[in-house]
C-alpha cells in the first residue's frame, strides 16, 4: 500500500524510510526510579527485619519471596492497574505455592511431577489471553515450583499466608501514593502528549519533524491507554474527578491532529505558534503554569495555513467556553493468538517444565527446583523476544552470582545481609523498568541470601549458572524446533490490521465528523505503533534459513504517510469554509 501522490512544493518527496523512534524497541532509559527502588528495598528488607526480631525466621522469608516477586510487577501504571496485578500475583502465587506444597508432602515424586505438569499446562493456557492473565499464570507455576522444591516447616496454611502477606506490602507501598495524589500517572501521561507536541512544533519544518511527530503518536497512544477507564459517560467523572482531566486528554487527541497536519504542510513556525501545547496544558492542566514567553498570537500570513489555523481554533475554543462535545474514543481491540496457538504454547511450556523437572530429579535431587523455575520465567514468548530474554537471564545471573559470592564474603553480620537484600531488591526494582538482564541480577542475588536464610548452605553458585543455561537452552530447542514461526505470525497479523485501520481511516475521514474522524486516526495510529513493536520483536529471533523475513516496515512506513497525508487533507477541508 503507498499512500496517493501528494507532494508539497516547499519539501521534498522524502525517499528512504524514516527510522523509528527507540522507544518502540524498548523503553528507552531516563531518570532512574528512585520511588520504585526504594519500594523494592523496603520491601524486601522489611520482613527479614520482622523475621529476625519475633524469631519468625522461615514465615519473614517466604514473606520476602512474595515481596521480590511483587516487586518483579510493580509498575509505574495508573493505581488501579497496579493493585490489580498485584493482586493477581498474590492470589496465583499463593494458590500454586499451596498446591507444590501439598505435593511435596504427600512424599510421592509422581504427585511433584503430575502438579508442575498441570501449573504449566493452566500457565500457558492462560498466558496468551492478556497482560494480567499472563503475569497470574507465570506466578502460579512460579508458586508450584518453588512449593514442591523447598520444604517448609510449620503447618501447610502457614507459607500460602505468609507469601500472600509480602505481595501484599508491596501493593501497599505502590498503591499507597493514591491517597495524596490519585491521578499523577494520568496527569503526567497527558502532560507528556503536550510537550511532545511542542517539540515536534518547534521542528516543523526540518528533517527532525516526522520523529518529532512519531514520539508526540507514541506519547498519545501511552496516554490513550492510561486513560482508557476513565473515558465514561460524564456523570462517573464528575464522582471519580476526572472530568477535567479528559477534558485535556481530549484537547489533547485535537492538537495531535493539528501537529500532525503541521508537520505534514512542512512549515517552520515562529515562536508564538511553537508555544500553543505549554498555553494549553497551562489552562487545562492544573498545577501546570504557563511561562510568560507562552503567548499565543494568530498566525501570521507567511505562517497562514490549515495546521495552523487548527491550532488557533483550538486555543480559542480552549480559552473560551467548554464546547461539551466528548471524543467518542476506544482502544483498537488487541489481536491475541488463538486457540491452536494457546494450546501449542500450553503443550510447550508443560513439556519443558516436566523435561526441566526430570533433568533437576537425575542432577540435583534434592530441591532441583532452579531449573522449572526458570524455565517458568524465560518461556514467555508474549513479554518479548526469546532468544534476548533467553540470554539476558543467563548473564542476569552470571553477573547475580558473582556479584553475591563476593558480598556475602564481607557481609557477616545478619543485619548486613538484610541491608546486601534492600540493596538489590532496589537493583531489580530498577531493572524492572529498564533492564532484564538488571532484573535478573538483583532476583538472582536475593534469591541466594533468601534460600541461605531457609537453610540451604550449599555452595552452589556454579550449579546455578549451569542450570539457568540448561533450561534457557531446553527452552529455545524446544521452541524454536516446534514452533519457529511464532513471532513472525504475530508480525504480519499485526502489520495487517494496522494497514486496514490506515486504509479503514482514509475512506471514511472525508464522510465522517470530526468525532468519529478521531476515534479512526487514533486507532490507526495505535495499531501502527503495535505493528512497529512487534515487527521488531520478530527481527530480533532467528531467522530460518532461506526464508528471509517479508518487508513489513516498508508497509507500515506508508501506511503511516497515507494516514499523515489524510490528517492534513482533514484538517484543510474542515479549515476551508473559514477562509
Known amino acids: 500500500m503507498t499512500p496517493a501522490a501528494h507532494t508539497r512544493p516547499d519539501r521534498p518527496r522524502r525517499t528512504s524510510c524514516p527510522r523509528w523512534p527507540r522507544s518502540v524497541l524498548g523503553r528507552v532509559p531516563g531518570s532512574l526510579p528512585l520511588a520504585a527502588a526504594a519500594r523494592g528495598a523496603v520491601a524486601l528488607a522489611l520482613p527479614l527485619l520482622v523475621g529476625l526480631v519475633t524469631g519468625w525466621v522461615v514465615p519473614s522469608v517466604i514473606a520476602a519471596i512474595g515481596a521480590l516477586w511483587g516487586v518483579s510487577q510493580d509498575g509505574s501504571d495508573p493505581y488501579r492497574v497496579r493493585v490489580r496485578r498485584l493482586g493477581w500475583t498474590g492470589v496465583s502465587s499463593g494458590l500454586g505455592l499451596l498446591a507444590g506444597e501439598l505435593a511435596l508432602r504427600s512424599g510421592q515424586p509422581t504427585a511433584v511431577a503430575v502438579t508442575l505438569g498441570t ?112 473515558l465514561a459517560p460524564r456523570g462517573r467523572r464528575r464522582q471519580d474527578g476526572t472530568g477535567e482531566l479528559v477534558r ?50 494568530e498566525p501570521a500570513s507567511e505562517t497562514d495555513s490549515p495546521g495552523t489555523r487548527a491550532l488557533a481554533d483550538l486555543v480559542h475554543a480552549v480559552d473560551g467556553e467548554p464546547d461539551g462535545v466528548d471524543l467518542e474514543l476506544s482502544l483498537p481491540v488487541h489481536e491475541r493468538p488463538g486457540r491452536a496457538a494457546r494450546v501449542r504454547y500450553a503443550l510447550l511450556l508443560a513439556g519443558c517444565v516436566l523435561a526441566a523437572h526430570l533433568l533437576a530429579e537425575v542432577l540435583h535431587r534434592p530441591r532441583g527446583y532452579w531449573l522449572p523455575m526458570t524455565v517458568a520465567f524465560v518461556y514467555k514468548p508474549d513479554f518479548g523476544p526469546l532468544l534476548p530474554r533467553a540470554l539476558h537471564r543467563c548473564v542476569g545471573t552470571i553477573v547475580g552470582v558473582a556479584a553475591i559470592g563476593a558480598v556475602s564474603a564481607a557481609a557477616t553480620d545478619t543485619y548486613a545481609v538484610v541491608g546486601v537484600v534492600a540493596v538489590f531488591g532496589a537493583l531489580m526494582a530498577v531493572g524492572v523498568r529498564h533492564h532484564y538482564a538488571l532484573a535478573t541480577l538483583g532476583l538472582t542475588a536475593v534469591v541466594f541470601v533468601l534460600l541461605d536464610l531457609l537453610g540451604d548452605h550449599r555452595a552452589l553458585y556454579g550449579t546455578r549458572v549451569v542450570d539457568t543455561a540448561l533450561a534457557s537452552a531446553l527452552v529455545l530447542m524446544a521452541h524454536f524446533a516446534v514452533w519457529p514461526d511464532s513471532s513472525d505470525h504475530r508480525a504480519e497479523a499485526q502489520t495487517e490490521a494496522a494497514v486496514a485501520a490506515a486504509r479503514r481511516y482514509r475512506d471514511a475521514a472525508p464522510q465522517v465528523g470530526p468525532v468519529q474522524r478521531q476515534s479512526l486516526r487514533r486507532a490507526a495510529y495505535h495499531q501502527l505503533a503495535e505493528a512497529r513493536r512487534t515487527v521488531a520483536h520478530a527481527r530480533r529471533e532467528p531467522a530460518r534459513r532461506g526464508r528471509p523475513l517479508p518487508d513489513w516496515e516498508s508497509a507500515i512506513t506508508a501506511a503511516e504517510r497515507l494516514c499523515d497525508q489524510v490528517t492534513g487533507q482533514a484538517v484543510a477541508g474542515a479549515a476551508s469554509p473559514a477562509r
Open 248 to 297: 485535556a486528554f481530549h484537547c489533547a487527541v485535537r492538537l495531535g491532529e493539528a501537529v500532525t497536519a503541521v508537520v505534514w504542510e512542512g512549515r517552520a513556525l515562529p515562536p508564538a505558534l511553537t508555544g500553543v501545547p505549554r498555553h494549553l496544558a497551562g489552562r487545562l492542566l492544573p498545577g501546570h503554569r504557563t511561562a510568560p514567553e507562552d503567548h499565543v498570537a
Open 119 to 230: 501449573a504449566a499446562l493452566v500457565a500457558g493456557a492462560v498466558s496468551l489471553r492478556g497482560r494480567i492473565a499472563s503475569v497470574s499464570g507465570m506466578h502460579l507455576l512460579l508458586g508450584v515450583t518453588i512449593g514442591s522444591g523447598i520444604p517448609v516447616p510449620g503447618p501447610w496454611w502457614q507459607a500460602p499466608l505468609a507469601l500472600l502477606a509480602g505481595v501484599a506490602l508491596v501493593l501497599v507501598l505502590s498503591a499507597a501514593p493514591w491517597l495524596w495524589r490519585r491521578h499523577h500517572v494520568e496527569r503526567a501521561a497527558v502532560l507528556a502528549v503536550y510537550r511532545s507536541a511542542g517539540e515536534a512544533l518547534a521542528v516543523a519544518g526540518t528533517d527532525a519533524a516526522e520523529q518529532a511527530r512519531l514520539r508526540m503518536t507514541l506519547a498519545l497512544n501511552h496516554a490513550h491507554e492510561v486513560m482508557a477507564p476513565h
